[in-house]
């Protein structure tokens, strides 16, 4: 019977087995009386405005395009996952033209870490992920932070060509965007167009900026690997980091376990003593318990003291990452949507479970 149950939303057969598949949901979400697949889910919940692109395939045509023109390309990047937002080949796929990008989300990072020294950790990721930038600028483009500088140095670099704006959906593409508009001076404008579904404007948005030049805002590409796909909207607010972070230090031993809320478990299995520290939403809670308890504790109080979500039946369940830390350089733990651990002062072998499709990533410690 289950075999047969059909999303309520769209009527897609359901499947328990693939997350990525379509009409996925979780084991747990079959018990329901009324069950909806997790694409029905996001769009029930989340009326994306921004322009999506839903095929990978399709969206890396759409890039290749700009590899045929001459321009500038701005990939906007969230500060705050920044391997998740990035657009893999993008230089690849955009030719031989120059990349300036601007890490936005800024404002997230607690003041005392140096605006130079996170500059330079950009450079360093991107030099990894095969790009090097003609410049880096930080920015907020929620609180308008460095917008000027980002229209500045635009406006340098174009070099009186046209200018496309690029970036993984969430990195705060059409915020900028509207941001920058005001710096043009377009305030109550509605150049920016918007659409309440993912993926029913695909048609890039130009901007006039002169000489026949223009502006243009590339389409997003939707990522299936953050917590937001798993998370109810009022939930997230309370796992979304909304202004600075306060990292909260946790000296451990060998042998403990950090639970996020009822989203992740963080267990340190084997290691000498030595701190990690959580750079989290300040209000998500975390419990710190025994390793040996933890699956105990997590069976019982889950939805309970391990909150969110207060309803644990729409997150799929648990799966394991291994990490084995050599503490030569200290590295941070990321889960992206969620934040990062910065770990690896010590070697150390750790256990990270998230909720599956939900990715795991290791970097060198940005802060
Ligand atoms: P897009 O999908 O790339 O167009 O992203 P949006 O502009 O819709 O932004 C995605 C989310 O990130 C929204 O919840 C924004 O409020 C948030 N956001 C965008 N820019 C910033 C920023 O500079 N700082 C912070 N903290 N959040 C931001």
């Known amino acids: 019977q289950q075999e047969k149950a059909q999303c309520e939303g769209c009527g897609v057969s359901l499947q328990t087995e693939d997350p990525k598949g379509s009409g996925y949901v979780p084991p747990s979400a079959l018990t329901r009386e009324r069950i909806i697949c997790q694409r029905c889910f996001r769009i029930r919940h989340y009326n994306d405005v921004a322009p999506v692109e839903h095929h990978a395939d399709a969206y890396m045509n759409r890039l290749t395009e700009i590899g045929g023109k001459k321009a500038l390309v701005v990939q906007v990047v969230d500060l705050f996952d920044f391997a998740g937002s990035w657009i893999p080949g993008i230089q690849r796929h955009t030719g031989g033209n120059p990349i300036l990008i ?66 993984t959906a969430n990195a705060g593409k059409s915020t900028f965007i509207n941001a920058l508009l005001r710096e043009y001076g377009a305030e109550g404008e509605e150049a920016v167009t918007t659409s309440p579904y993912p993926g029913t404007t695909l048609d890039a948005v130009r901007i006039p900026i002169g000489e026949g030049k223009h502006i243009v805002d590339m389409p997003g590409i939707v990522r299936q690997d953050r917590m937001s796909e798993w998370v109810a909207p009022a939930e997230l607010k309370a796992v979304t980091p909304q202004k600075e972070m306060k990292p909260k230090g946790y000296q451990l031993n060998e042998g403990q376990t950090l639970f996020f809320g009822g989203l992740v478990r963080f267990d ?34 889950r939805g309970e003291l391990l909150v969110p979500p207060a309803d644990p039946s729409q997150l799929p369940p648990l799966k394991r990452h291994r990490f084995s830390l050599s503490g030569r350089e200290k590295e941070d733990v990321v889960i992206p949507g969620l934040g990062w651990v910065s770990c690896g002062t010590a070697p150390a072998h750790l256990d990270v479970w998230v909720p599956e499709g939900i990715s795991v990533q290791i970097r060198p410690a940005v802060i």
């Open 102 to 167: 601007l890490a936005n989300k800024v404002d997230l990072f607690p003041r005392s870490i140096k605006r130079q020294k996170l500059k330079e950790w950009v450079y360093r990721v991107a030099k990894e992920l095969g790009v090097k930038p003609v410049d880096v600028v930080l920015i907020s483009a929620e609180k308008g932070e460095r917008i000027p500088e980002a229209a500045q140095v635009i406006e340098e670099r174009r070099r009186g060509q046209d200018v496309y704006v690029v970036g």
């Open 268 to 301: 340190f299995r084997e290691g000498s003593r030595q701190p990690f520290v959580c750079y989290v939403a300040n209000s998500l809670y975390i419990h710190r318990t025994k390793l040996e308890k933890a699956d105990e504790l997590w069976e019982k109080q």
